[in-house]
């Protein structure tokens, strides 16, 4: 699952912030290269809810959980744990 998500989250950023994947690692600070900023960080948010099906609290949003590829993988594998596994097969199913 790790792999997927890093590949999601990688392929969104790219995207949605006009990056080159080779213009970051998946330990960088996207705060600190300036790929991400605040407005950034809500979408980031709304994409992970909406693409893995996990809640989040604003107390969730901090750069220990959000600041880069790796940071994002970690916090999504600990969501989807906290979380029955039908809710998870069902937010797989949205990325077929």
Same mark, same amino acid.
Request: charged fraction near 30%; aromatic fraction near 6%.
């Given at each position: 699952?790790?792999? #997927? =998500? +890093?590949?999601?989250?990688?392929?969104?950023?790219? #995207?949605?912030? /006009?990056?080159? !994947? !080779? &213009?970051?690692?998946?330990? @960088?600070?996207?705060?600190? +290269? %300036? /790929?991400? @900023?605040?407005?950034? =960080?809500? !979408?980031? =948010? *709304?994409?992970? %809810? #909406? %693409?893995?099906?996990?809640? /989040? *609290? &604003? #107390?969730?949003?901090?750069? @220990?959980?959000? &600041?880069? =590829? !790796?940071?994002?993988c970690a916090f999504v594998q600990r969501k989807s744990n906290a979380i029955p596994s039908t809710a998870m097969a069902m937010a797989?199913?949205?990325?077929?």
């Amino acid at each position: 699952m790790v792999s #997927e =998500v +890093k590949h999601l989250v990688r392929r969104f950023i790219c #995207e949605n912030f /006009i990056v080159r !994947e !080779e &213009d970051f690692t998946d330990d @960088d600070s996207m705060l600190e +290269k %300036q /790929i991400i @900023d605040s407005t950034g =960080v809500l !979408e980031l =948010v *709304a994409f992970l %809810q #909406e %693409q893995f099906g996990i809640p /989040i *609290a &604003d #107390e969730d949003i901090t750069p @220990d959980n959000l &600041d880069s =590829v !790796e940071r994002i993988c970690a916090f999504v594998q600990r969501k989807s744990n906290a979380i029955p596994s039908t809710a998870m097969a069902m937010a797989s199913r949205r990325t077929l």
